[in-house]
Structure formats: structure tokens, C-alpha cells
């Protein structure tokens, strides 16, 4: 009821002021307000919604049509329609549920009677040096931005608070610029310090520090949506790490704004881009992608340029273009047409619309490890010149060859079939009857084919077809166990594409226990199987063969268990393969028989026909393979007259004759075969990163229907949006273009939002609350004109980012005390003024860190590949498929478990269950300002997590070693840690109450003590005391859970 | 005066806290953002006069999602004139053109494959059941069918994104959320909206869900769902530490709350004051939440009434049984999925399971709902994300086949909260394929829940980037009367 009344009463002030009129309206800050959240969804930009063809957002339109007459109330229909209270006359019209109050209508018609001046929005007109106010307190300010928060707060009849004590300001400054709490030492010197320049001086040490760049880059990774799976469907691991590294290193590299955006959105576009501008790009590869089966290419290729387009337009414009997606923007000047030209320019990417459920969905490239990089470079080179031999030398070869043909004869071939290790031979083209002649272990056997026909092979006169499934089982063949090498395959043909086993020792009713060879619609692969899907391995070939041409496949398999023991040949020719599936940890010997055509079970490849099987008990060599079937082909080739050959049989007898018969090419081959192991170990040991590669083709989008991929509009070409400045014509239009677009000093908003976003980082609030909303819908600025100098300043000193955050901490403003005062919670609630030094909660990861930190726990090392922490059971388990590589979570051991929280595997459809009760986002789509509750859940997480409580017993620990003997000494060393100060008496007298009836407890209770110091990776020191080490990791765990550290 | 009583007399920690707001307060935050004039970024504001014009008849939900979609034909949708055509071909007429999967895009044809199980009809309204749930035949009196629901989305993902919060893209409040938002908690110790995923019997062709499922999207953050769990702790980190009972944890907040007492005082922030509560808060909840998920006092005749299986943590008859219990503690909105229903082939394999583990619990529910006075208030729906295709995937046979995706046309059902039991709406043609009477849109299905709780969903409208949201988006929608009692 007060409230209601209070409200009351100010609407009847505030019609007073307006219709007496002291100042003149300001369309951007009176009206626009009215017109946007009343008027404009039916009379504004959009014009598929738009009412009467009546816009009311443009003063020539609304003017031409007549709705207003400038200086005429009378005249103006817009008034009188307000005004109305005739159902169907009055405006806006009852259903459209708005209602506008007494003032807006008195604000409207004295602002008709004004002229009706409209005003472009804010945000859209270029930043202009503003005049630095002037301050009665002349003395207060440290800088330019305390003259601009103190004119404000004297307007409003405020004193700004005093300066915060040096140990708070060395915490904050810790926590602002670094994420982690101050280690005591260096309060203590900051304390001590008496030089006049300290605190500038630790600023400095702050902005030196690695935990710098972990810090900005973490805040970074949110705009990002970075995360380290692909977010849909499977959400199978993403191997996204580098690009983490990248921002990390760029921070603390203090890469000025300016590279920092064009690497990010171009660096695969900058002439002879370096390996870091290429991890640079990942920026627009984060997305959240899919997988699933069904889903439709197009629609997702749709989905995944939008989310570009929206990313970027949100980070770097402070605009929400999705809603231009489907309709021009209802308040801001941003048409679909704006939309789909600038998502133009993230349209034109290479890649595809199904992430493979892999880790490295292409386009991707290898990063070698640091310590690697030199020799990497190296063997690169070296590769490319022998490259170039290999091709020099079959140029030069021609005489040498012919020379060689010659002479050649069938006998050149002869025994060069491997015998060693041979288990299982069968023609399979003796062509008559239902028994087939088998060769196993050297001894023949005649095998029991009911239901088979013999059909013309490529040349042989007959082969076999297997006509029925299951028909030819051979129970001693192939019972190989995982560690065993093998190696087996044959000549091939099916009538049609399709999915199915050739031929499988394999029990598909027992979770596919077994191994095959498998056509899976031209593509040609293996599975080798403990249980499907869980611990099995399973490799394709990239490439697609035609099924129904005979062709020889052979597949070798080194034993190691892993799917890169697994090599697939075509025709003798290695190939390109692809993991699906690499856990196999199990047996995979079954007691089904060995099958050809099918599985165990009815499941078949039709009309699978076959000669030439072979089976060997360890891993043939690239060489070995290709001298089975191919050879064979070879000496039908040479059989036929010359001039009978087809180019491509030349071309097969010519490279059989450079590997195998010209010493030149094979020493080549060997020095090829060297380098290529090297630059794989290499790439083993290192990483990769999925990058931008840029179509040839210029960049297009279609304006799409209502944002429905299979409703084409008209095709658009790459532009920026109409309202902004725009670009040269000398420019690019591509997405180098676009970024430098973004930095010209013609560009209102990027400066704008990028500073205000860096002022949220550190006071809690933007100056523009609405940190990703500058559109007119957005918050207005609290401070236009310190908005405007901050922007211009940043950008004048070259996007100088270490430099503007040094400004901002080294304000008077950043240096006051958090301590309010009554005046001040009535006149400045919210803190927008900044009255007083501002105080929120930390972000999830900052808790963690902080505990971690203070405790003396933390890991510090950085990057590298994510970790997994402690994390309650079951979280992933819950929503992952079966089969999805992230559904069991096993934490990791030893250090791993106390990295930072930014190195935590980021999950997306199950984000770390501790963080994302602290409100971490879920990193499925860019977020600049995260939410910040206060709920009994985060309590929760904060006394129970075993993360806090480990940490807790670990400070105990060190408390009870490092501090001397008294519990007053051994609290000081404790709060030292966790609060960078001493307590004062009554809170000591509190707090050592506590530990004592706590101590008393566990002294009663050793049981409980023990269980307490026992769970969790950390052994606690068996020579402390149990009862005091419980007694303090309680009373650590109840300090650590305080409003003052949990706040910063 | 002080600082701190200040605060406390402002209420001005009220802005943020509402998690678990005042039981009398039956608007949750949306009246207090309004009254307090909370315009922070991101942070919706609406306009709570009118936003529950309507009497509620539904005060509490439990929405059972059967994720993969079951097939109606096999279960509600019954098609005797599919029996002639066995193995012939989808008539072009029929399937007009229709975007398919990329699973069956591919297939050479579109044999159907007619229901191979027996159907009989039940309950005032004639509604033919499938053998495979004879419970849920018992009840038929009880339930509301549509058998005319559909969608736009054909794959998992978007589909269960479209039903769970109106679009098919992710990032928007679920229905549960806005329920939660809209109507407040009436247990201060409970969270309004809690979610349950059950583990199905049969594991073979599992779909994936996600946490973004149950999120508040633009709405506040506490609105989401706090998942309940089926094994370890029911809540995230509800239990202490091993070594640390109650009364230790208790001794250890009372030293935080005084510690904090002086802060607030010191510094005067509000947020300090909620803190305090909301460790309160916490600690309640340690006690509450075991007492809630013991199941050790409900009678034999309950067991009986749900099945056996509702004794084992995790089964679908167990999460309903909780459901059940959180309501009763004034839960408003519970959330159970169960998975395991995306038959693209083995239906004869895997259907008896899934209807074994849903059929008998469904009874259960709402037989002991209503034995309790509870159905009135509570509403129950079943349903999944889309139906399937009346043409086989894969290998078909007179015993087995598989069945696509299909959003054309899906069966769900409804009980209590208001709406006309023993009642079917909307029918489909003979193959089950196209909607031919009363199409229920996802829309008007929202629309139409959101009436039963007794909003407008015109006027349920929350600010955020400038437009008016709301569950139902922007294209028209329905609510179909039909449904209500």
C-alpha cells in the first residue's frame, strides 16, 4: 500500500512538471520510451506487422500520413486518438492490452505542441568527446572518470564514500584483475608499502600476472559460448582447447582490441595467416552442433549462421539481431534484409552440417605442442620439398619405366603374395557344387555351402555369391582376441549400395561381441567389438566406393586396442579412415562362427559375391597388402596387348613400378614414409583446432521466410546494416572486411559496448545495464557522457586493453568502500551512481578458485587440455544417449582435480552441476551478462561440495603446521588466507567459540572426525590431531561460506 | 535508523528473493518485480493484473514426456483398415509431399505396416485402447485424449525443445518455468518445478535429453527446474559431508549467520540479509527433502496401486509415486521423462516394455490423485515429442517392424486439473497420417494448459529484448474448450 501510494504521488508531481513545461522533451529520453513500448509493434519498423501503413518510429512518415502536425495538439490524429474513449477510435486499441498512463499522454502532446522533434537513437550517433564536467569537490577525483560519476552524484546531493582500507582494495584489485584471492604476502606488503605510487604499483604486479589472462579469458569464453562438446543430440567431446589457449594468451599478450577482433572473426582471411591467427577463428566455430540422424543438412547449416551472425552482432554491436531473423526488428531499425546480409558474411564456411559425433570436425587443423613447434615447422617443409621429388621423379622416370616394360612379364609378380602368418586362403572360384575348399592353417578343408550360386566374376569364369544369409559358417576361422594383430579381406562386389557385413566372426545378440568387415553405402569399414556401442572400435573410410564394381578390400589390425591400429585398403591404396568409435578395453572372442555374408544373426548384404579371402594373424604392411589383390589385377593388366590397355591400367602398372621396381622413387617413398610418421607423432602429441576456411565463392544468404530454412527469399549479398555506417568500397566483403568494418572510428557501437562491457567486469553493472542491448529497447546509459569518453579513449590508445582496465581501478570511484548508508539506499538503491564502491558475488568459477586458491590447493598451470573435478555421480549419465562419449564422467586424479575452474570440462547439455547452481551459463549460445541469484541451492554447494570441504580440511592442515600453537595464531593464518585480514575481537570470540564446541564434538566423536578426513583424493596428514583438524576444516568450512568471501 | 532494520523494513531483499516465495503470494515474482520496479537487464518485467483472469482449476502439474515419441497407431490411433494394406505402398495422396527424415528419405518405399496388436474399446467415450495397456483402459473414464496433436519439428531435438517450451530453437522458458513463475511456490522449503528422469526397462534405442529442457531461458533463474535425482543425493549437495551430522551443521551455520549478522550491519548491503535467509533456507531444506523421498511410510496398498517396480528408486513408477508426494507438499509443477519410446525398428521388441513400465504407474497416479481429492487440482499429462509413421523403416513383417518420426499427427492424453475426462478430440485418416478433424497444435495444447492454470496466455507475457514473450510465440493459437471440464 505505501508503495502504491508513493507512485500515486509521483504521477501527480510528474504530470505538474510536464504540463508546466520548465525543460524541453528529449524524443530519445521522454518519447521514444512511450512510442517503443506502445506504438511501434504495430507502427514501427517492421513492416510485415506494421498497422494502416502507418509508421510512427520516422518523422517524415508519420508526418506525410498525417498522424502528427507539428505544433498542432488539435490537428495531430495521434492525440486525439489517445485521448478517445471510443472503443474503436482509441489508441493503442484494447486488445493490444496497452494502456497508456496520464503523464505519457500529457509527454506526448506537449511534444507534438514542441514541434515534434525525433531524435536518431542514442547508440546509433557516433561517440563525441564530451566536456569533462566540473566538480564543487574539486579534490575527490583521481581521474577523468571520477569527474563524470562525482557531477552525477552531486546532482543528486551525494558524497561518494570513502576510500576502502588497503586490504580490501588489494582483494578487489586480486579478484578484478586476476580471479583469485590476494596471496597474504602481498597485502602485507601492500600494507607496508609507503611509496606514494603502491597502488599503482600493484595494479601493475596484477596486470603481469598469467592469472591475468586466465581471468579476462574465462569472462571471454561466455561471449565465446565456448564449451568442449558439440551441444546437440550425442553432445559428444569437442577438442576445442587451443582456441581456449588462444584467448588466454591473447589477454596477457595485452593483443591490442583491434587484432584481438580481426584474428577472432578473420585470422584464416589475413594474407599468410600464422597458426595462431587460424586458432584465432575458432571463435566462430564454437556453435553448438548436431549429429543426429535425420536431421536435415540445410536446416541445420541455417541454424549454425545464424548463431554466427547473432554471436557477433551481440558482442561486438550490443544489438539482438535475432529478431530480425524472422521479421524486421520491431523497434530498432534492423531488417530481415539487414539480417541475412550480414549473416552473409558467416554463410560461406566449409563446414558441414553434421559434426560426426567426432572430436575434430572439420575444417580442423593439427597444432603441434609448444616444445614441438620448431621441429613441426621443420618436417613441414621437409615434407613439401620431398613432395615435390616424389612428383619430380615420375616425370623423369618415363624412360626407365618403358625401358622396363619391355622386359616385363607375368613372372615379375610372381611370389610376391605374403605367406608368413596366412591362417585362412579360399579362392572361391571353383565354380561348381555347394562345398567350398578352404585353406586354414595350411590344411585343406571342404566346407558345407547349401545355399550359394556361382556367378561370372570380373575375369574368373565363376565365384561365389552367397545367395542366403548365414549359409557358410566356419566355426575354427578367425577366433582372434583384441590384443592379437590380424589382418584380412578379399575381392568384393554387391549389386547395390548398402549397409551390411561381409563377412563377420560376430554375435550381434551378445552386444555385437566379434569383428567384421562392413559396407556401409559405399563406404567400407570394420568393427572390432567387446560390447557395442560402449567398448568397441569402429573405423570407416572417408571416401565412397561404388559397391557394385569388383574391388579389393583389405583391412589390417596392429592388436594395440585403439582405432588407429585399424588400417583400411581399397585397392591396395591405404585410406583415409575415420574413428566412430575407439574404447575397446574388453575381450572380443565369441563362440559364434565365422560367417560370410552376415552376421550371426538373419542381418545380411545381399547377394554379397567374393574370391581371393584371406585371413592373416598379424598386421600386414602397407606393401603387403597392395601386392595381394592389386598385384593380381596387375598380371591380367600386362596380359592384355598394350594398345588394348585403358589409361588408368597404365597408370596402375606405372605406379607398381615406381614403388616396388625404381630404387629412386622407393627411397623417396622411404624418406616420405619418415616424415609422414613424424608429422603424425607430432600431431599426436599436440592438438588441434577447428578453424574458418572461406569458400572461393563470393559470400550470399538468402532472406528466409519467417526464419524457415526451406522458405527462400530473395538471395542477398554480405553487407552491414543499413543504419550503421557504411563500408568502404575498397573493403573486402568478406569477414575480414566485416571485422575491420567493426573497428572504423565510424562505428558507434562497437567501442561503446566493448568498454561497457569491460566496466561490468569490474563494477558488477555496465554504465548500460542491458550489456548486450543497445537497441532501443536496451537500458539507457547511466552515464552517457563517461560511456562516450571511455569508448573514444580506448580506441585512441590503440584498444590498449591492460591500459583501460588500469584507468578504470585506478579511479576514485573503483577505490571506494562498499559501505552504504541509509541516504544512500534511499537515493541510489541500485548503486547506479556508484554512491559507493560496488559489492556482488562472484562467479561460480571464482568460488571454486577462491577456495582453492586460499586453501593453498590450486593447481596453477595453464591450458592444456580439460579436466574433470569432482562432480556428484550420475549428472551426465542422466541426460547423455547411450553411446555418447560424454555420458560417463570419471574424474580425473592428482592435480587435475584442483585446476582452475575455467579448464572444467564444459559439457553442454549437462554443464559442471556445481557452476551451473552459481549461474554459469550452459555455453549453448552467447551470453555477455550472466544472471547472479541468491538461493539456498548455492548455499548448499558452497558447505557441502567436497571440492569446499577438501579444500577447507587442506587449510586446516597447513593452519595447524605453518602457524604456531595457539588457536588465535593458527585463526589469524587461517582468515589471513580466506579474508586477507585479521578478525576483530568480537568476530574472533565468535568464531573461536565455534571451534571449540566443534572441537569438543569431535574429541567425543572420532568416528565422525575420521570419516571426515578420510573422503575425497587428499590424505590428511596422519600425524595432526584428528578432533582439532575436524574442528578446524568445520570452522574453515563455515568461514569460506561467508557473505564477505563469497562477495567481491 | 540502523542500516540494517532499514533493510529489513524495505523489504528491499525481497528483489531478489524469490525462489521460493511467500505461499500467500500466489503470483511468485512477477507481482514483486512490479512492485519493486526491477528493471535490471535481462530481467523481465510483466504485467501481473492481467495475467490470471481465469479461474485455476489446475494448481499443479505433472507432465510425464515419453522422449523418442511413441506410435499412436500402435497405442490409441486404432487403424483397421490398415490391416488390407499390409506391405503396399504410402499413397503419394496421403503423404503429400512431406519432409522425411534423412533416416527414411532414402528408402526406396514406404511399405505400411498396420498395428499387430489387438485393440478394444473402453470407457464412456468408446476410446479403443491398445492390449498393451490395460490399465490405462481401466481408467479411460479418467482420461482426456487428443489424438490430433502435431508439430513442425521431425528430429529429437527440436521437437522435444518445441513441446517443452514453444520453439524449436533452444534458449526459451519451459512450460514447467513459466508454471512456477506464474504461480509461486506454496512450500517455502521446496522448490516450485522439479524435474525427474526416470531410467526405462528397456535401454536399446535411448534418446538424449538435456538440462536445457527444464531451464528458465529469459526467465529469472530460479525458475528453472532443481532436477531431483535418483540416485546419490536427491537434491545436488543436499547432504553434509560425511563426519558432519545435523547438529554440526547446524553449530557451523549459527557461527556463519552471526558473522554475516555483522556484515550486514557493517556494510549494509540487502543481499547480505538474503544470504542469511537463504542459508536458512538450506538447512530446512536438508531436513524436508529425505522426509519427502522416504518412502518407507507409504502403505502396501499404494505399492499395489502403483506396481512393485514403484519400490525401486528410478523406475517410472517410482518417479510418479514421488510426483505424487511433491505435489501433496505443494510442488507446483513436476517434470518426469522416460525414455527409450524412438521405435525406428524392433516396435514388437521394445513396445511391451515401455508400455509395461508406463501403464500400471499411470493408474496409479491418478487412481491415488484421485482417491485423495488431489486430480481436481492436479492436471496430468502424457505425450510425447511427435508421433510415428503408419509406413515401415527398415525390414517389415506381419510380427515386426520399425516405425520414422512423424509430426503430422501424435495421440496424447490428459487427466484432471480441469479437463473433461472420458473424452476424445480430434481425428486422423485412415492411416493415421493427417489430421482430417480439430487439429491441436502445439500451441493450443500451451495455450490451452495455460488456461486449466488459469492464464491468458495472450496476457502471460513476460518482457525481454523489447517484446512481449510468451509461450505460445507469435503465430495464432487456440484454446480448445473442448478439453475442459
Same mark, same amino acid.
Given at each position: ?20 513545461? %520548465? ?9 521514444r520510451p512511450i512510442l517503443s513500448e506502445n506504438c511501434f509493434a504495430c507502427h514501427g519498423p517492421d513492416s510485415a506487422a506494421r498497422k494502416a501503413d502507418l509508421r510512427l518510429d520516422?518523422?517524415?512518415? %508519420? ?28 489508441m493503442p486499441p484494447p486488445k493490444a492490452h496497452k494502456v497508456l ?20 537513437h542514442?547508440?546509433?550517433? %557516433? ?37 576502502? @582500507? ?59 559460448r ?5 551441444g546437440i543430440h550425442?553432445d ?35 594474407? =599468410? ?14 556453435n553448438i552442433t548436431t549429429?543426429e540422424?535425420g536431421a536435415i543438412s540445410e536446416e541445420y547449416l541455417v541454424l549454425y549462421t545464424r548463431d554466427r551472425t547473432e554471436t557477433v552482432a551481440q558482442v561486438?554491436l550490443g544489438l539482438t539481431a535475432g529478431c530480425a531473423v524472422c521479421h524486421d526488428h520491431k523497434f530498432d531499425p534492423f531488417s530481415t534484409k539487414d539480417f541475412y546480409s550480414m549473416a552473409a558474411?558467416f554463410n =560461406?564456411?566449409?563446414?558441414?552440417a ?17 616444445? @614441438? ?103 575354427? $576361422? ?6 592379437? %594383430? ?215 544468404a538468402y532472406i528466409l521466410n519467417r526464419g524457415d530454412y526451406d522458405k527462400r527469399k530473395d538471395?542477398v549479398?554480405?553487407?552491414?546494416p543499413?543504419v ?21 572510428? +565510424? ?13 561490468? +567486469? ?8 542491458s550489456s548486450g542491448d543497445f537497441g532501443i529497447t536496451g537500458d ?99 541426460v ?28 553442454r547439455s549437462?554443464p559442471?552441476?556445481?557452476?551451473e $547452481?552459481?549461474n554459469?551459463p550452459n555455453r549453448e549460445t552467447c551470453t555477455v551478462k550472466r544472471e547472479?541469484t =541468491? ?9 557441502? @561440495? ?13 593452519? !595447524?603446521? +605453518? ?26 570470540? !565468535? ?58 | ?13 525481497? &528483489?531478489?528473493?524469490h ?7 500466489a503470483l511468485g515474482f512477477a507481482a514483486l518485480t512490479n512492485?519493486?520496479?526491477n528493471k535490471a537487464q535481462g530481467a523481465p518485467s510483466t504485467d501481473s493484473s492481467a495475467m490470471n483472469p481465469f479461474p485455476s482449476k489446475a494448481k499443479n502439474v505433472i507432465y510425464l514426456h515419453m522422449v523418442g515419441g511413441p506410435?499412436q ?23 503429400k509431399g512431406q519432409r522425411l527424415t &534423412? ?41 482426456c485424449f487428443m489424438r490430433s496433436m502435431n508439430t513442425e519439428a521431425i528430429n529429437h531435438e527440436p521437437a522435444i525443445t518445441y513441446m517443452q517450451t514453444g520453439n524449436q530453437q533452444t534458449g526459451k522458458p519451459c512450460l514447467g518455468a513459466w508454471a512456477s513463475y506464474g504461480l509461486g511456490s ?5 522448490p516450485a518445478f522439479v524435474v525427474?528422469v526416470?531410467?526405462?526397462?528397456? *535401454?536399446?534405442?535411448?534418446q538424449a535429453i538435456s538440462a536445457r529442457l527444464w531451464q528458465a531461458g529469459y526467465l529469472p533463474g530460479e525458475y528453472a527446474a532443481v532436477p ?23 553449530? &557451523? ?20 540479509? &538474503? ?57 507446483r509443477f513436476v517434470q518426469i521423462y522416460h525414455?527409450?519410446w524412438d *521405435? ?34 492436479t492436471l496430468v499429462i502424457w505425450g510425447g515429442e511427435f508421433g510415428r509413421t ?14 520414422d518420426h512423424h509430426p503430422r499427427c501424435f495421440t496424447m492424453w490428459m487427466a484432471g486439473g480441469g479437463t473433461r475426462?472420458?473424452?476424445?478430440y480430434g481425428e486422423t485418416?485412415?492411416?493415421?497420417y493427417n489430421i482430417v478433424k480439430d487439429p491441436v497444435h502445439i500451441r493450443d495444447f500451451h495455450a490451452t494448459i495455460l488456461q486449466l492454470m488459469g492464464f491468458d496466455h495472450e496476457k502471460f507475457t513476460v518482457r525481454y529484448q523489447g517484446l512481449d514473450q510468451k509461450l505460445t510465440g507469435v503465430e495464432h493459437a487456440r484454446v480448445i474448450k473442448e478439453l475442459m471440464?
Open positions: 500500500m505505501l508503495l502504491k501510494n508513493i507512485s500515486s504521488l509521483t504521477m501527480l508531481v510528474l504530470v505538474a512538471t510536464v504540463v508546466q513545461g %520548465a525543460e524541453k522533451l528529449k524524443y530519445n529520453r521522454d518519447i520516422r518523422r517524415e512518415d %508519420a508526418i506525410k500520413f498525417g498522424a502528427i502536425v507539428a505544433g498542432s495538439a488539435e490537428k495531430s490524429p495521434i492525440i486525439e486518438r489517445i485521448y478517445s474513449s471510443e472503443k474503436g477510435k482509441v498512463t496520464a503523464i505519457q499522454k500529457e509527454k506526448l502532446k506537449q511534444w507534438v505542441l514542441e514541434g515534434a522533434e525525433y531524435e536518431l542514442w547508440s546509433f550517433i %557516433a561517440a563525441k568527446k564530451p566536456t569533462m564536467p566540473q566538480n564543487k569537490n574539486a579534490s575527490w577525483a583521481k581521474n577523468p572518470i571520477d569527474r563524470f560519476i562525482l557531477a552525477e552524484l552531486e546532482k543528486k546531493g551525494l558524497a561518494p564514500a570513502p576510500e576502502a @582500507d588497503r586490504r580490501t582494495l588489494a582483494r578487489r584489485l586480486s579478484l578484478d584483475l586476476n580471479g583469485l584471492p590476494p596471496e597474504p604476502s602481498v597485502v602485507e606488503a601492500f600494507v607496508a608499502d609507503t611509496r606514494p605510487d603502491a597502488y599503482e604499483k600493484l595494479v601493475d604486479q596484477f596486470l603481469q600476472s598469467s592469472s591475468w589472462g586466465e581471468h579476462r579469458g574465462r569472462i571471454w569464453l561466455d561471449a565465446a565456448y564449451a568442449d562438446s558439440h550425442f559428444n567431446f569437442r577438442e576445442m582447447w587451443s582456441y581456449r589457449d588462444w584467448v588466454i594468451n591473447a589477454f596477457n599478450n595485452n593483443m591490442p582490441f583491434g587484432q584481438f577482433t580481426i584474428e577472432q572473426l578473420a585470422g584464416d582471411l589475413l594474407p =599468410n595467416a600464422t597458426l595462431e591467427q587460424k586458432i584465432a577463428s575458432g571463435f566462430n566455430r564454437c549429429n540422424g561486438w558474411f =560461406n564456411t566449409t563446414q558441414g553434421m559434426d560426426g559425433n567426432i572430436k575434430d570436425t572439420p575444417p580442423i587443423i593439427a597444432v603441434p605442442n609448444l616444445n @614441438d613447434k620448431a621441429r613441426w615447422e621443420e618436417v613441414t617443409k621437409a615434407l613439401a620439398i620431398v613432395r615435390t621429388q616424389v612428383e619430380n621423379r615420375k616425370k623423369e622416370a618415363k624412360g626407365d619405366y618403358d625401358k622396363w616394360l619391355a622386359t616385363a612379364s607375368k613372372d615379375t609378380f610372381s611370389n610376391r603374395t605374403p605367406t608368413e602368418g596366412l591362417v585362412v586362403s579360399a579362392t572361391l572360384k571353383e565354380g561348381k557344387g555347394d562345398k567350398l575348399e578352404f585353406i586354414i592353417n595350411k590344411e585343406k578343408k571342404m566346407v558345407d555351402a547349401p545355399e550359394i550360386a556361382w556367378v561370372k566374376g570380373q575375369t574368373e569364369e565363376k565365384v561365389l555369391q552367397v545367395a542366403k544369409a548365414g549359409s557358410v559358417t566356419i566355426p575354427e $576361422i578367425g577366433d582372434f582376441e583384441k590384443d592379437q %594383430a590380424f589382418s584380412f579381406g578379399a575381392w568384393v562386389l554387391t549389386p547395390r549400395q548398402a549397409f551390411g557385413p561381409l563377412f563377420a566372426r560376430m554375435d550381434d545378440t551378445a552386444k555385437h561381441r566379434g569383428w567384421d568387415l562392413w559396407f556401409e553405402n559405399g563406404k567400407v569399414g570394420a568393427h572390432i567389438v567387446s560390447s557395442w556401442p560402449e567398448n568397441a572400435i569402429k573405423v570407416m573410410s572417408k571416401a565412397t566406393f561404388n559397391q557394385n564394381v569388383w574391388t579389393h578390400v583389405f583391412v589390417t589390425y596392429n592388436g594395440s586396442g585403439k582405432a588407429d591400429g585399424v588400417k583400411i585398403y581399397v585397392n591396395g591404396i591405404a585410406q583415409a579412415t575415420e574413428a566412430l568409435s575407439n574404447n575397446l578395453t574388453g575381450s572380443i572372442r565369441t563362440n559364434v562362427p565365422f560367417r560370410l555374408g552376415s552376421r550371426h544373426s538373419k542381418e545380411s548384404l545381399q547377394k554379397a559375391t567374393f574370391h581371393d579371402l584371406k585371413i592373416y594373424n598379424r598386421s600386414l604392411k602397407p606393401e603387403e597388402v597392395a601386392a595381394l589383390g592389386p598385384v593380381e589385377k596387375l598380371v591380367q593388366i600386362l596380359a592384355k596387348e598394350q594398345a588394348k590397355r585403358t589409361p588408368e591400367e597404365n597408370n596402375q602398372l606405372f605406379d607398381w613400378w615406381l614403388s616396388n621396381m625404381d630404387a629412386k622413387s622407393k627411397d623417396l617413398t622411404t624418406q616420405l614414409g619418415n616424415l609422414d610418421r613424424e608429422e603424425k607423432e607430432l600431431k599426436g602429441k599436440g592438438t588441434i583446432a577447428h578453424i574458418m576456411v572461406e569458400k572461393p565463392e563470393p559470400s550470399m538471395k549479398a554480405a553487407a552491414t543499413e550503421l555506417h557504411s563500408m568502404p568500397k575498397d573493403t573486402q566483403r568478406n569477414r575480414l572486411g566485416f571485422s575491420q568494418w567493426l573497428l572504423m572510428p +565510424e562505428n558507434p557501437l562497437t567501442y561503446r559496448v566493448t568498454v561497457n562491457r569491460f566496466w561490468q +567486469e569490474v563494477f558488477g553493472n555496465g554504465l548500460v545495464r539507457t546509459p547511466s552515464h552517457p557522457e563517461l560511456l562516450d569518453y571511455l569508448a573514444l579513449e580506448f580506441r585512441e590508445q590503440g584498444g590498449d586493453i591492460k591500459k583501460f582496465f588500469k584507468l578504470m581501478v585506478t579511479s576514485a570511484t573503483y577505490m571506494q568502500s562498499a559501505v552504504s548508508t541509509p541516504e544512500k539506499l534511499e537515493k541510489d538503491p541500485a548503486n547506479r551512481l556508484l554512491s559507493r564502491g560496488s559489492r556482488y558475488r562472484m562467479d561460480a568459477e571464482m568460488i571454486r578458485d577462491y577456495a582453492l586458491a586460499s586453501s593453498g590447493i590450486l593447481t596453477k598451470k595453464i591450458g592444456g587440455p580439460s579436466v574433470k573435478p569432482y562432480q556428484p555421480e550420475g549428472v551426465w549419465e542422466a547423455a544417449m547411450i553411446g555418447s562419449n560424454t555420458r560417463d564422467y570419471k574424474p580425473d586424479t592428482g592435480e587435475n582435480l584442483y585446476r582452475k575452474s575455467m579448464y572444467t570440462f564444459w559439457k549437462a559442471p552441476a556445481s557452476m $547452481i552459481l554459469a547472479r =541468491n538461493t539456498p541451492l548455492q548455499a548448499l554447494v558452497t558447505l557441502n @561440495d567436497p571440492q569446499f570441504v577438501e579444500a577447507a580440511r587442506f587449510l586446516a592442515e597447513r593452519s !595447524l603446521k +605453518e602457524s604456531g600453537g595457539t588457536p588465535d595464531s593458527q585463526l589469524d593464518f587461517i582468515t589471513m588466507r580466506i579474508l586477507s585480514r585479521k578478525l576483530n575481537p568480537s568476530e574472533k570470540a !565468535l568464531v573461536l567459540s565455534e571451534r571449540s564446541d566443534l572441537l569438543e564434538y569431535y574429541a567425543k566423536n572420532m568416528e565422525e572426525a575420521k570419516k571426515l578426513q578420510t573422503f575425497g583424493a587428499h590424505k590428511s596428514d596422519p600425524k595432526l590431531n584428528l578432533a582439532e583438524l575436524s574442528a578446524w576444516t568445520m570452522t574453515i568450512n563455515s568461514l569460506m561460506n561467508l557473505d564477505e568471501v563469497l562477495c567481491r | 535508523m540502523n542500516i540494517t532494520s532499514l533493510i529489513q523494513e524495505q523489504g528491499l531483499a525481497m &528483489t531478489r528473493r525462489f521460493f516465495s511467500k505461499g500467500s503470494n512492485l519493486l520496479g506410435p497407431m500402435d497405442l490409441f490411433d486404432y487403424k483397421p483398415k490398415m490391416q488390407d494394406w499390409y506391405d503396399k505402398d504410402l499413397p503419394d495422396s496421403v503423404r &534423412t533416416m527414411t528419405s532414402g528408402q526406396a518405399r514406404f511399405p505400411i505396416a498396420p498395428s499387430k496388436y489387438k485393440f478394444s474399446q473402453h470407457g464412456p467415450s468408446g476410446m479403443w485402447f491398445t492390449e498393451l495397456l490395460p490399465y490405462k483402459a481401466k481408467m479411460a473414464g479418467d482420461l506454496m512450500n517455502q522449503n521446496l525427474m526416470a531410467k526405462p526397462s528397456n *535401454t536399446e534405442q535411448v531431483f535425482r535418483t540416485s546419490g543425493d536427491p537434491i545436488l549437495y543436499l547432504n553434509n559431508p560425511p563426519g558432519v551430522p545435523t547438529q554440526i551443521r547446524r553449530r &557451523t551455520l549459527d557461527g556463519i549467520n552471526q558473522l554475516n549478522q555483522m556484515t550486514l550491519n557493517q556494510v549494509g548491503d540487502p543481499e547480505t540479509l &538474503t544470504r542469511i535467509q537463504q542459508y536458512e533456507m538450506a538447512f530446512k531444506m536438508q531436513t524436508s527433502v529425505p522426509e519427502l523421498t522416504d518412502m518407507a511410510r507409504e502403505s502396501e496398498n499404494t505399492f499395489k496401486l502403483y506396481g512393485e517396480a514403484a519400490r525401486k528408486p528410478g523406475t517410472f513408477a517410482n518417479t510418479t509415486l514421488l510426483a505424487r508426494r511433491l505435489v501433496e507438499r505443494g510442488v525414455n527409450n *521405435t525406428h525398428g524392433n516396435v514388437a521388441g521394445r513396445l511391451p516394455d515401455q508400455c509395461r513400465d508406463v501403464d500400471q504407474a499411470c493408474y496409479g497416479l491418478i487412481q491415488d490423485l484421485k482417491n485423495r481429492g488431489m486430480l481436481d487440482s503408419i509406413y515401415s523403416q527398415g525390414g517389415l513383417s506381419k510380427t515386426n517392424y520399425g516405425r475426462p472420458g473424452s476424445v485418416d485412415d492411416f493415421s471440464a
